[in-house]
């Protein structure tokens, strides 16, 4: 069997802090046996914020009462919820997405991505909880492969550069039966249109990998002067490929992960408010599974430094994502 190319779809984070902490491109699909292959998977990413740095308290990846997956309400506010941080220890930030995407190369070089989540964020606060849930900001975006070295004496390379726009598809006035607006960050929706560019090299020498990727997101304000400031990320991906079986069906992928991001947070009629700035490295293990089409593809994250915050620290990030991928003959553009 052929060997064919390694390659981690690009991870563009739209600042993961930042209320949904979505990513814009696929930095959980896994490291992907890739050679124009368009496909479809179902993602589901957990992200959680939790302790307070200035009271000594270490962030939990699990806090009490929080569920990782799907909460215990979608849509359920306790009436005495306020957006506030006073040191409770078992306050927390939860953005939870299941998001379905789509990969269709166009051409052998140009791919088209489409990413529609569905979005469950969560919030506690001095023993108030808030769930919020509804379809989240559709993303669609582009990459051109410049460099497409398949397969050259065991060393394969890729050097993807693109571009695209998160739309403002999500619901952001939800409101309590009184009147008063949700908080901002933990509306299923934005309200702005975002758009982004990125670069994402991938080499590998027979079964040794390397990818590293960086983006950058700039935001519109949304019609109630809402925004957030540009952002920056960069992931990189060591990883090992091991197969196994009867013409090399089973392909398994261990790799350690590392990501980083930054950006001065929230905006209000374009100056900063000061909230949610973020600047923050993550580090921990992947395993992406394959057999023929199909993939399961799996990453686990800690931090290794969070910048000073008066908001629940970033505590880390866990995601479980299922695909099929089916190898192109023909194309659209030549």
Known sequence: MR???LLLVLPLLLGAA???ACDICGCFMGITPYDNQSGFALMHRYRVFNGYQSYGQKPQFFPAAARPFVPRHLN??????????????????IYRVVELRGKYFLSKRLELNAFL?????????????LNLAGIGDATIFAGYHLIRNIETAGVQSRLIVGGGAKLPTGEYRRRTALGRRYPTLNQPGTGTTDGFVYANYIGSFRNVGLS????????????LDEGLAPSTTTFAN??????????????FYPSAQFFYEKTAGETFEGRLTGEHAMNNAMLGPGLDIYYRNFSLNTSFQLPVYTATTDHPAS???????????????????R
């Open 3 to 5: 060997k064919k190319v």
């Open 18 to 20: 930042l209320g949904h």
């Open 76 to 93: 359920h506010t306790t009436a005495d919820f306020r957006h506030a941080h006073n040191g409770d220890p078992n306050d927390y930030e």
């Open 117 to 129: 989540p569905y979005v469950m964020n969560s919030a506690r606060a001095n023993g108030a909880t």
């Open 212 to 223: 590293v990727n960086s983006s950058y997101r700039r935001a519109t304000r949304n019609a």
């Open 238 to 251: 060591l990883f090992y490929r091991v197969a196994l079986g009867e013409g090399n069906k089973w392909q």
């Open 315 to 333: 505590a880390g990030r866990m995601v479980v994502s299922v695909g099929y991928s089916f190898k192109q003959s023909k194309y659209l553009i």
